[in-house]
């Protein structure tokens, strides 16, 4: 129905940048919010931001002002544009797609993950 694969994770020090990506491809007309989650080990995964069809964007407070997170509709494409990194933003970061099945009833697509490494 709907893939999701993330990309663009990889070893940044602190106070660098990482920009991530999220390739959704199959049934996407019923999607509404796109979201990134992370997961640190020993941690729940926890919402990081995120944002509507019409571009409305929300983030976790750990992310405000750091983060931002965007969508290209016409490349099927999500981001997560992150700057300022920390060590505790260390987790595997998660791409999701919540995508209406009948009426109000939702169903929520995860990708595979993509780890994002900050050293001190």
């Known amino acids: 129905q709907v893939q999701l694969v993330e990309s663009g994770g990889g070893l940044v020090q602190a106070g660098g940048s990482l920009r991530l990506s999220c390739a959704a491809s199959?049934?996407?007309?019923?999607?509404?919010?796109m979201a990134w989650y992370r997961q640190a080990p020993g941690k729940q995964r926890e919402v990081v931001a995120h944002?509507?069809?019409?571009?409305?964007?929300n983030y976790a407070d750990s992310a405000k002002g750091r983060f931002t997170i965007s969508r290209d509709n016409s490349k099927n494409t999500l981001f997560l544009q992150m700057s300022s990194l920390k060590p505790e933003d260390t987790a595997v970061y998660y791409c999701?797609?919540?995508?209406?099945?009948?009426?109000?009833?939702?169903?929520?697509?995860w990708g595979q993950g993509t780890q994002v490494t900050v050293s001190s």
């Open positions: 999701a797609a919540i995508s209406t099945v009948v009426g109000t009833t939702f169903q929520t697509y």
């Open positions: 944002i509507g069809s019409g571009g409305m964007a």
């Open positions: 199959g049934t996407l007309d019923r999607i509404s919010t």
